[in-house]
């Protein structure tokens, strides 16, 4: 999931005297927050041991690999968004599926690289090639907050007021207008009820997906309307697998999107800059 | 070439191995089930100590079931509503000492069966002439199962049938014909049910009745009033059917205790076990719901308490479909079996193998699920499991039905399924909102499994390899040594399927012993008993089951499984009275009648 989600919010700090609040831990501290009520009240995860081996695993080579071609500790905020969106995403009765899950994930920022960035966002790296790779053992998330509209009301908020303070709401809302746009699309293509096409985003998963997938700093284009129009088309992508009849649609769609809209920007901003080299010579 | 490029060729070396991990690792577990799947039938029992062979057609066994045709507000989902109902119960119902097997049918009009046993080698239907066939009505339900107990101790097995309609209960008239006691037993007129289990909580010889509902008991599936009938979560239901607990007050009557006994939740309840599984006297009671976490009730002889959060098992919600408890580590005490949901790609919730900790016990019992530990963790989509020592090498077995629906085999629901169960509650609830299946299957033609123990916490499936290699809708398991040969022989019931009887073939060098009981001052059916079983140095405890599995009753009769060369030490039977009795004069290779002392 989003690597680090709100570090593009400005430098500044919440400050009180004596107490320094740094906005990187928003997103690690909200998902925490969601994983535990939703766990002691609805028991979502397979178990503390495997949810608590996805975060280790992915802190561990997030410490190692930095050491190593960064030479310094990095900030593992970033790293725990990853571990702890696998722990919540990855379903599986086995323990080996989320320490590999998050290896992956985290190694793929250190190996996908392409002009000093790179292109996928790590969790949505690492359970794409786990949900093809390794069917028979792993799955996505299937367990809600109990499919009622309260607790989701309450996730749908929080995650809009931090992703606002993130200045990435744009994103976010973008997909959802187009998700239900291709739903009832879908629904008139398919003769299947618009309730059922909808359903999905009224589920867990793609409140995960929503607010600190597709946001990710490090693996969205620059530009607020280059944002908006990635997005836009992830969701037709999603639109496109599901109709293909693809249960991990969302997740495929990014996979393929995201990356692509980077390796675009990076050649453009490229080409830009040859060009400004050239004038400027 | 500096470190960083030495250390980046590593990772990225280290990085595809990883991703490649998954791949290897499927490519492994094919070839070793590839390997436990080939072998001859002598190879089978000199490799696994036995083999089944079908021989439904031949013992004069021609029965398929009929799946109802519901409300046709349902057309659209109807194979995946009308989806139970095959279910089959074991009983000596004529007191010949011969097991005879009954079995449910669910299409309006059709007919269950009652196959008495010939003692010839061969079964013949004689449900129609004792009154126990023309049960399948619109008007008043069709069949889910039935389980066998004779409730008015008169020495004859009565039955209790419980239907998506009004449940019924039978007296055995000396084993000659049936007389319907509904009414004078006070049954509700009308219950949803998939589960029911005869057992006496309170010990006072006389047994009584839980009934689990599926549906509410005021949907009527036949005349729907709208379409809101589904539950309202995947993972976490409450607006299923009611339990039911009814006491026998012993004038043929029973009188409905649940909410005063502490029993009352609407989770969507498809199975149910009971047993004593703290030692107490009392049997306790464990139901496994669809939709939901599974419900564990202590049991004090007047009042239950449910304690599945605290005991481990009532906590993260999956589908369960099947509760059977075994001794598997002869350790004398009971893990419980639970299957659940696995359909590659999209859910994999794992069936579960509740297992008491080490150092807890009684009140304090912890139980942990160890079907991964033990291999006896993915099936399919499992419904109905019975632990039974196949072998006879001493160590309990279990056997796994799988499979949904059986459609179009190129044609999948999965997507729609779990499109729609992630949706929010007012959507799921609906079925007006569930997409049309058109055809298509939802985890068909699935393998069974059976795996064997091997005695020190693995099990092994050899399914294929010792001949259930069939691929139907199965439902419902039933453990029985048909033949009297000291064997236990198979008999599955199959939604929309065939029933299929699998007779054993297992080594004639390992030897078992049977015990055949009769309570006096426990309940006749000794429904409950418990026997110990003490051989060279081994124990082993089974219950005498009032029902158990899904929709299934196992032969009362209980049988051991001992091994080569077996020294018996000593045998004791806990009755339900508190009563108890150790035999000095069991006989291995026998069934030991025993009368509950005086």
Excluded at chain 2, 144 to 170: C, H, Q, S, T
């Amino acid at each position: 999931m989003s690597e680090t989600t709100t570090s593009s919010i400005p430098a500044a700090e919440l400050r009180r005297p004596g107490f320094r609040f740094d906005n990187r831990y928003i997103a690690p501290l909200f998902l925490t927050f969601i994983l535990l009520v939703s766990h002691l009240s609805y028991g979502i995860l397979e178990s503390y041991w495997q949810t608590g081996l996805a975060i280790v695993t992915a802190l561990a080579v997030e410490l190692i690999l930095g050491r190593i071609f960064f030479g310094k500790w990095l900030n593992l905020s970033s790293a725990y968004i990853t571990g702890i969106s696998v722990g919540i995403l990855v379903r599986s009765p086995a323990f080996w599926p989320f320490a590999l899950c998050s290896a992956i994930s985290i190694m793929s920022k250190y190996v996908l690289r392409f002009k000093g960035r790179h292109l996928w966002n790590p969790s949505n790296f690492g359970l794409s090639v786990l949900f093809f790779l390794a069917a028979e053992t792993v799955a996505g998330l299937s367990i809600q907050w109990g499919n009622y509209v309260a607790p989701m009301l309450v996730i749908w908020v929080l995650g809009s007021v931090i992703i606002w303070r993130a200045r990435r709401f744009h994103i976010s809302a973008t997909y959802v207008i187009s998700f239900f746009a291709f739903a009832f699309l879908r629904s008139w293509i398919t003769g299947d009820p618009w309730q059922s096409e909808i359903a999905p985003i009224t589920g867990p998963m793609y409140q995960l997906f929503v607010f600190f997938m597709v946001t990710d700093p490090k693996t969205t284009v620059k530009t607020k309307w280059g944002q908006m129009l990635v997005v836009f088309l992830v969701a037709f992508a999603e639109f496109i697998f599901r109709l293909m009849q693809v249960v991990y649609a969302p997740f495929y769609a990014l996979f393929i999107v995201g990356p692509t809209a980077n390796l675009i920007e990076i050649w453009w901003q490229s080409r830009k800059a040859n060009r400004m080299a050239e004038t400027t010579a | 070439m500096n470190y960083k490029r030495i250390a980046k060729v590593i990772l990225i070396v280290v990085f595809i191995g990883l991703i490649a991990t998954p791949v290897i690792l499927r490519r492994i577990s094919a070839r070793r089930e590839k390997d436990l799947s080939t072998a001859d039938i002598q190879s089978a029992i000199n490799r696994y100590g036995v083999h089944f062979q079908e021989v439904a057609q031949s013992v004069g066994i021609n029965f398929t079931h009929q799946a109802p045709t519901l409300d046709h507000k349902l057309d659209h989902i109807m194979p995946q509503v009308a989806s139970m109902g095959a279910a089959v119960s074991i009983v000596d119902f004529d007191r010949d000492g011969w097991p005879d097997i009954y079995v449910t049918n669910s299409g309006e009009g059709s007919q269950n069966a009652l196959y008495r046993n010939q003692q010839n080698g061969t079964f013949k239907d004689v449900a129609a002439e004792v009154g126990l066939a023309d049960v399948n009505q619109a008007a008043t339900g069709v069949s889910m199962g039935a389980i066998w107990g004779d409730y008015d101790n008169d020495g004859y097995e009565d039955v209790f049938l419980y239907k998506w309609g009004k449940p019924e209960l039978f007296h055995n008239d000396a084993g000659r014909a049936f007389s319907r006691v509904t009414e004078k037993a006070s049954l509700p007129s009308w219950v949803n049910a998939n589960t029911a289990i005869w057992f006496d909580y309170d010990g006072d010889g006389k047994l009584d009745l839980f009934l689990g509902g599926y549906y509410s008991e005021d949907v009527d599936l036949w005349h729907l009033k709208n379409t809101r009938m589904m539950p309202e979560s995947f993972e976490y239901a409450k607006n299923g059917g009611r339990k039911y607990l009814f006491h026998n007050l012993g004038n043929g009557s029973f009188e409905e205790v649940s909410q005063k006994l502490g029993i009352d939740t609407r989770r969507w309840a498809l199975a149910a076990v009971a047993a004593d599984l703290r030692g107490t006297g009392h049997p306790d009671l464990f139901i496994a719901n669809d939709y939901g976490i599974s419900e564990l009730y202590y049991n004090d002889g007047k009042q239950f308490r449910e304690v599945g959060k605290e005991a481990g098992v009532g906590f993260s919600p999956k589908s369960g479909m099947n509760a059977a408890i075994g001794d598997i580590l002869n350790s004398g005490r009971y893990s419980i079996y639970v299957s659940n949901i696995a359909e590659e790609g999209v859910l994999i919730q794992g069936n579960n193998l509740w297992m008491p900790r080490e150092g807890t016990s009684g009140d304090a019992v912890q139980y942990d699920n160890l079907a991964r530990d033990m291999d006896v963790e993915i099936g399919g989509w499992s419904f109905g499991a019975q632990f039974g020592d196949l072998n006879n090498d001493g160590n309990l077995d279990l056997y796994l039905v799988n499979g949904y629906v059986s459609a179009d085999r190129n044609k999948n629901y999965w997507y729609d399924f779990s499109k729609i169960t992630g949706g929010n509650s007012k959507i799921i609830s609906d079925a007006a909102n569930w997409p049309a299946m058109e055809g298509r299957s939802l985890s068909g033609y699935q393998q069974k499994r059976v795996w064997l123990n091997d005695g020190s916490g693995k099990f092994v499936n050899v399914a294929t390899a010792v001949g259930a290699n069939d691929i139907y809708d199965g439902r419902s398991v039933a453990l029985v040594d048909l033949w009297n040969r000291g064997v236990l022989d198979v008999v599955v019931a199959n939604q929309k399927g065939p029933l299929l009887v699998y007779k054993n073939t297992a080594s004639p060098d390992n030897k078992w012993i049977d015990f055949d009981l009769e309570g006096s001052a426990s309940n006749r059916s000794a429904i409950g008993a418990q026997v110990k079983v003490f051989w060279n140095g081994k124990q082993q405890v089974q219950t005498v089951m009032g029902g158990s599995g899904f929709c299934a009753q196992n032969e009362r009769r209980l049988h051991f499984g001992l091994g080569k060369n077996p020294r018996l030490d000593k045998v004791e039977i806990h009755w339900t009275s508190g009563r108890t009795q150790t035999l000095d004069n069991a006989v291995v290779g026998q069934v030991n009648k025993v009368k509950e002392a005086s």
